[in-house]
T-cell receptor, first 116, second 115 residues
Framework: AQKITQTQPGMFVQEKEAVTLDCTYD???????LFWYKQPSSGEMIFLIY??????QNATEGRYSLNFQKARKSANLVISASQLGDSAMYFC?????????????FGAGTTVTVRA | NAGVTQTPKFQVLKTGQSMTLQCAQD?????MSWYRQDPGMGLRLIHY???????DQGEVPNGYNVSRSTTEDFPLRLLSAAPSQTSVYFC??????????????FGPGTRLTVT
């Protein structure tokens, strides 16, 4: 069974500063993928970034980067130079090995509020 | 491309009523799934399908039925609505090839209230 834990229910960050959102996971699958999604107040789910368990480098997408520490089973999201539009709920999710039907397991989410 | 579409956007049901939430995608994705989102619990998988004619249960399947007669459509049926099914429902789809990101694309959601 897969489990995703996000221990920060809510965070405040000052505009233009960086923020790190924690995500730890538990799985017995030898191969897996980790995802981060953003859910603004409008409700849609927006894909941000992906990290494969065998990827050699940490994933980056613009202002988003993933601090992947495989031995510690953590996949923290770093948002650099925060903007007011980054205020949203952020979900960490994991997909098991490719034989596992592509099911996603989600964490409970972290609400980020960016202050001007 | 319209991506993943869901109808209706909002629905209010009385306990015991039945209804179908519609989901369609135009990206030729093999994999489709239904999630429900409740406060403080993230998204939980209800049912999923890896192709037309193939469906399976997720984490919270009780009270819901699905079918997949075409690649494009994946409706979710509530058989006899209960207040515990008050939630936001998301449909998602993705490719099911064995490599790459294969992120799931989500529909806009259906907000369901059961009174």
């Amino acid at each position: 069974a897969q489990k995703i834990t996000q221990t920060q229910p809510g965070m405040f960050v000052q505009e233009k500063e960086a923020v790190t959102l924690d995500c730890t996971y538990d799985t017995s699958d030898p191969s897996y993928g980790l995802f981060w999604y953003k859910q603004p107040s409008s409700g849609e789910m927006i894909f941000l970034i992906y990290q494969g368990s065998y990827d050699q480098q940490n994933a980056t997408e613009g202002r988003y980067s993933l601090n992947f520490q495989k031995a510690r089973k953590s996949a923290n999201l770093v948002i650099s130079a925060s903007q007011l539009g980054d205020s949203a709920m952020y979900f960490c999710a994991m997909r098991g090995s490719f034989s596992n039907d592509y099911k996603l397991s989600f964490g409970a989410g972290t609400t980020v509020t960016v202050r001007a | 491309n319209a991506g993943v579409t869901q109808t209706p956007k909002f629905q209010v049901l009385k306990t015991g009523q039945s209804m179908t939430l519609q989901c369609a995608q135009d990206m030729n994705h093999e994999y489709m799934s239904w999630y429900r989102q409740d406060p403080g619990m993230g998204l939980r998988l209800i049912h999923y399908s890896v192709g037309a004619g193939i469906t399976d249960q997720g984490e919270v399947p009780n009270g819901y039925n699905v079918s997949r007669s075409t690649t494009e459509d994946f409706p979710l049926r509530l058989l006899s609505a209960a207040p515990s099914q008050t939630s936001v429902y998301f449909c998602a789809s993705s490719y099911s090839t064995g490599t790459g990101t294969n992120e799931q694309y989500f529909g806009p959601g259906t907000r369901l209230t059961v009174t």
